[in-house]
């Protein structure tokens, strides 16, 4: 069912998950932090809002890896290295940062990235809105698989719910789910709604988890 911005609003702030959690690799953003050949270290300037290219605002609309520090596997022999965010996760994450019905909805990541540091330098350089960084939106972050990380994502969610004490059922999760099923696994294992982005956050599969979520909130008040 195809759903919208101003579907959810209707239904009220209180049928919003207290907070989102997005994967980064192939969720967010592309190529993975894996297939880069060096640090992501250089701004890529460019229009940031994608639906008005020629009115926007410019910033940091990916990191880019300097062309001296390419090499390896994984590097572009003909083209940059530049991660970029999906068209459709850019446009969710901005309406997250400017539309009022979502000030107190909270936003975290969970990624099992087998480069963490790549991952924080994407998440310190990709602008949002115009001064807005995605490190200024994201209130937690669980990222890698060592230490208490696994490549299990319960692993990220544990410390996360420990960190906001946010109940999981409070937890709306999106994930590409292209090598596991995250969503799954979270599902069984905690009760997190989780939608799937198999081709990158698209801004209906956005909009469906929204929608998903205050029909379950609807369905569990019904049943007290």
């Known amino acids: 069912m195809a759903c919208s911005a101003e579907s959810v609003t209707e239904k009220g702030a209180d049928l919003l998950p207290t907070l989102i ?44 890896v300097p062309k001296d520090n390419r090499g390896g596997w994984g590097s572009y022999s003909d083209g940059e290295e530049v991660v970029e965010l999906y068209h459709g996760a850019r446009l969710a994450l901005r309406e997250l940062v400017t539309n009022p019905l979502y000030k107190n909805v909270q936003i975290g990541v969970a990624s099992t990235s087998l ?56 937890m709306l999760f999106f994930d590409d789910c292209n090598w596991g099923d995250h969503v799954g ?10 939608i799937r982005t198999p081709s990158g956050l698209q801004i209906n599969e956005f909009h469906e988890g929204l929608e998903t979520f205050s029909r379950e909130r609807r369905r569990d008040a019904v049943k007290v």
């Open 21 to 64: 959690i997005f994967d980064l690799d192939d969720c967010l953003w592309t190529p993975e932090m894996h297939e880069l050949s060096d640090m992501p270290s250089k701004p890529i300037e460019g229009p940031l809002d994608p639906n008005n290219p020629s009115d926007s605002a410019l910033g940091t609309i990916g990191m880019g």
């Open 115 to 170: 480069e963490p540091s790549y991952s924080r330098a994407c998440i310190a350089g990709i602008e949002i809105t115009e001064g807005v960084f995605l490190k200024d939106i994201i209130s937690y972050d669980q990222i890698g698989r060592s230490g208490k990380l696994t490549s299990r994502k319960t692993s990220h969610f544990k410390l996360i719910h420990e960190e906001s004490g946010v109940p999981f059922e409070d």
């Open 185 to 194: 696994d979270l599902n069984r294992e905690f009760g997190v709604l989780g």
